[in-house]
């Protein structure tokens, strides 16, 4: 391993780690809240309610222009920390404030899409306080962003650890005590929103000051302009399955591909995002400097091990995990995990196959693969959820990004060659499915023992590796040198004791 491999891998640990906790506290939380929520919430509302936040991240693919994005690559334009600050203010001050203002005009159609989505208009309630909380979290989202690009991630870590206490608090006491249901949900949803903007921004525009460039606006805008066909048909990908399943079977079974489909994204709640979190921005920082293809091979080969290893291990749990944290009336939803599963650690591949779309501002390639998709992802849809139910959305969404990561790869590899390591990562495919069909269908009397044994068998999986060779001398020493730092630590702590 080289120095700068080395390097670049200790400085996504660090960050990542820390961005990790926040998002493993939040699903952990998550977790414990599942048999609250279920126990409060009946499937059918709780695909009302998926149904509801679908709409919304639709909406804010269209309204966001993709700012966020914008300012994460505008901002690494210069060198000079005052004109990267003029970059913040006008994210926030100029493109932020036109798009509050365009939110608002979207919430005029409040009824119109409760109508339209959820066959009443008694829902616009419901859409008008989740408008309000798009418009709020869409700023505080730019100032999020500022501190992940400027590798502040404690400040990040403790903005999501105090989001989540008020978001936790609040569910709780609006579901048990006060029995609102969902509208309790979107109620404290609201409430965070709000506290995140007084508590925060101030403390980002002392630091940014107020300087808008409207030559800056404009480019941000022309940057986020081309993502939108491409973000909205990358969202029909992810979302309108639940749309045909509620036509075709029942809101009902909305509700339960819905919890089924979020234990699937575990994998990027666990790996990706606190990954991509720190890397995102690192990878265009350092894109085209010294000996970065080398670097983004083998971490990209490091990433893939991370999502396999956790997302086999979400796999073969499924079951186990459902029996014990959902109400009974939603055990079924665990069999569509391991299928949903495989699609998004495919799907994370995406983000390190594009960033030479990125890096040279062609976001037009973007359009192409996600319209593409989008088209593949309507018509599968419409072929294999009436027959198959929701075994057909599964199926969708897993061709569906294959394809993508596949087109992405296509169109960012004739910009700028991708080395990929195919027959390391093929390896760790290939023992993970072993393992998926050798241990998946263990089964107990005790839910509990059977959980607790799964996790043993999983835990062999990167000792495996490592006697089977997977793993280069270098990598092995490396490894070894972790393992012995960490021990010497915990000798020490016990000394201390």
């Not at 969202?235 to 591909?257: C, H, M, P, Q, W």
Request: net charge positive; aromatic share 16%; charged share 15%.
């Amino acid at each position: 391993m080289s120095e700068s491999v080395r390097q670049e891998t200790n400085l996504i640990l660090k960050h990542s780690s820390v961005y990790g906790i926040a998002t493993i506290l939040s699903r952990v939380i998550g977790f414990l809240m599942i048999p609250v929520y279920t126990a409060y919430i009946t499937p059918e509302e709780y695909g009302v309610m998926e149904l509801i936040h679908i709409t919304m991240s639709l909406i804010e693919t269209v309204v966001a222009l993709g700012v966020t994005a914008g300012l994460s690559r505008l901002y690494f334009d210069t060198e000079d920390q005052r004109e990267r600050n003029r970059v913040v203010s006008s994210a926030f001050f100029g493109l932020g404030a036109f798009l509050v203002l365009l939110i608002g005009g979207f919430m005029t159609l409040s009824g119109t899409l409760a109508t339209v989505v959820l066959d009443s208009i008694a829902y616009k309630r419901f859409f008008l306080i989740a408008f309000s909380s798009l418009a709020i979290n869409i700023l505080n989202n730019i100032f999020i962003t500022y501190y992940r690009i400027n590798k502040r991630s404690m400040t990040v870590l403790l903005i999501s650890v105090g989001q989540l206490t008020v978001n936790l608090s609040l569910n709780i006491f609006f579901l048990v005590v006060l029995k609102m249901s969902v509208w309790g949900i979107f109620v404290a949803t609201f409430i965070t929103a709000v506290l995140t903007f007084v508590i925060f921004t101030p403390v980002v525009i002392r630091k940014v000051g107020v300087s808008v460039s409207w030559a800056i606006t404009k480019e941000l805008v022309a940057f986020g302009l081309p993502l939108i066909p491409s973000n909205i048909a990358s969202y029909i990908v992810a979302a309108s399955d639940r749309y045909f399943i509620k036509e075709y079977v029942s809101i009902n079974d909305t509700g339960l591909y819905s919890l089924g489909y979020k234990f699937g994204t575990l994998v990027n709640a666990f790996v990706t995002q606190p990954f991509n979190q720190i890397w995102g921005p690192r990878r265009i920082e350092m894109f085209g400097k010294g000996n970065y293809e080398q670097i983004f091979t083998r971490i990209f080969t490091y990433f893939a091990l991370m999502l396999i290893f956790v997302g086999m291990t979400i796999s073969i749990l499924a079951r186990d995990i459902v029996h014990l944290m959902a109400d009974k009336a939603y055990w079924s939803a665990y069999a569509i995990i391991p299928l949903i599963t495989l699609a998004h650690v495919i799907f994370s591949f995406y983000y390190h196959f594009y960033v030479p779309i990125f890096y040279e501002k062609k976001t037009k390639y973007f359009a192409y693969i996600n319209v593409m998709n989008a088209i593949l992802n309507l018509s599968l849809n419409f072929v294999l959820i009436k027959p198959l139910g929701v075994w057909g959305a599964a199926l969708s969404t897993l061709v569906c990004y294959i394809f993508r990561s596949g087109s992405c790869f296509y169109f960012a590899n004739k910009l700028h060659k991708i080395n990929v390591e195919w027959r390391r990562i093929l390896t760790l495919f290939g023992i993970a499915l072993a393992y998926f069909m050798l241990f998946g269908h263990i089964e107990f009397h005790s839910t509990i023992l059977s959980a607790g044994l799964k996790v043993v068998i999983c835990s062999t999986y990167p000792v495996l590796l490592y006697f089977a060779g997977m793993f280069s001398s270098d990598e092995k020493e490396q490894i070894r040198d972790l393992i012995k730092t960490g021990w010497k630590k915990i000798t020490r702590r016990e000394s201390a004791n």
